[in-house]
Structure formats: C-alpha cells, structure tokens
C-alpha cells in the first residue's frame, strides 16, 4: 500500500476493513478480499481522515458491499483535504452502510472473534489524535490496531483502564517517533510489531528511536516497505505469520 495503512481482518466468513490506505488502491484491496473468498465487508473503520488511510474508500465502496462504517468525528478544523473527504462521506452514503461514530469501549462481533474500540476518547486538534483505536480478540490472540495515534491518544487510552495487552501491534503512525511511547509499549507488550510505511519514503519512518524501542523490548518487527503484504493467521491459540516478499 506504499505510505498508508490498510488491514484486512477475515473471521469464518466476515470481513473488517481498517482503512485503504492512499488513493488509486482500490483494486489491490479488492483483489485480496476475493483471494480470502470474500465479496462484502461486513465493517469498515475509518482510522482518521487523512488520505495515507482514507483515499482508496470512495472508489472502494462503488466496487464492494459495505454493512457498518465506524469512523470518529472530524470538525472541520482538522480537515486537511476537505474535498477528498466529501468524497470518502459521499461514497459512504452511496454504499447504502450504517454509520456509527466510535464510541470507547463498544464491542463488535466479526465472526467468532470481538473488537472493541479504545479510542478516540477526547476530541483533539491534531488529526491523528483522533484515530480510532481497536483491540481485536480471537481466543487467546490479540490485534491492537492504532492508526496513527501519537503519546497523547495513547495517554487517554492508558488512563482509561482499558486493557491494551495485545500479541501483535500495529505500531502507530507509520513507526514514527510521535508514537509508540515507552509507556504505551509496556502496557501493550506485544510479541510482534507491524509497521506500515513506504518503501524510502520523504517521512523518515520508521524512526529509528521506535526501532530501538521495539530491539530493546525483543518484539519481532515486520515492515510493509521490506516485506510486502504482510499475514498473520490464528486458531485462537497459535499464531502463524506469513509475508509476501517484494
């Protein structure tokens, strides 16, 4: 997906979709959807509305079926490409989905796996500090999801109680050093980390500060923009990975 975020989460025969990355990725969400023997997606997250995890909506939901969008407030005043987001909410309403605000601490079903959303819980000046947060759980594994939420959507998390604990993280931020805190990290302590960047991105990412953070924690690192698509897969006790080499 190059410089974005796009995860697809397939329980039995339900589909979540977290994000599709930027613009003029549509097939490439599509082709894998049907590759795991999927048409519809039952849910949809909208992390925040930037275009890295936003763009390829709009044409995506003129391609397939879409039942739930959840997705977090977004004043205006936080828009960075307004028209790029009427688009994404005019796509939204043609694909005849239910829209849902996210509300901390609401469970989904997906299958016979569950997600709770864990944040945002305060509205926030800075974009990413409204990303939808999610915990998705199948027996004893665990997904933190976290979009791009920095330090201080990872704050609130942590001061809300809520349990981060979670096998694999889905580092925030494209493992930036805005996030993934030595706090946040502690609380989750995952097994694995998933970055999502591109490949020689203008950014930076990862930041070599959160890639000495996760050494230090002895978490293993997966990275989009060396590996390609990355898989994870579980019977609720063991986890398999998997990575499609570029």
Request: charged content about 20%; some cysteine; proline content about 5%.
């Amino acid at each position: 997906m190059g410089q974005g975020d796009s995860i697809l989460v397939r329980s039995g025969t339900e589909f979540l979709l977290v994000d599709s990355g930027e613009p003029g990725n549509e097939e490439i969400i599509k082709r894998e959807l049907n590759r795991q023997g999927g048409e519809r997606l039952q849910t949809v997250v909208a992390t925040h509305p930037h275009a890295d995890h936003i763009g390829s909506f709009p044409e995506l939901f003129a391609q397939v079926g879409v039942g739930r969008v959840i997705l977090p407030e977004a004043n205006a005043n936080i828009l960075e490409n307004p028209a790029l987001y009427e688009r994404f909410l005019t796509g939204v309403r043609r694909s005849g989905a239910r829209v849902e605000l996210a509300i901390p601490g609401k469970t989904y079903s997906l299958g016979s796996a569950t997600f709770t959303i864990l944040g945002p819980i305060h509205r926030a000046e800075n974009p990413n500090n409204v990303s939808v947060v999610l915990r998705l759980v199948f027996g004893s594994v665990s997904f933190l999801l976290t979009g791009d939420a920095e330090v201080d959507e990872e704050q609130t998390i942590l001061q809300s109680g809520r349990s981060v604990k979670s096998t694999v993280l889905k580092c925030g931020h494209h493992g930036s050093d805005t996030s993934t805190s030595p706090t946040f990290l502690n609380s989750v302590s995952p097994k694995y980390a998933v970055i999502s960047c591109g490949k020689n991105n203008s950014y930076g990412h990862p930041a070599p500060q959160t890639l000495n953070i996760l050494r230090r924690h002895r978490i293993r690192i997966f990275r989009t923009d060396r590996m390609g698509n990355i898989y994870f897969g579980t019977d609720g006790k063991r986890l398999k990975t998997a990575v499609e080499e570029k």
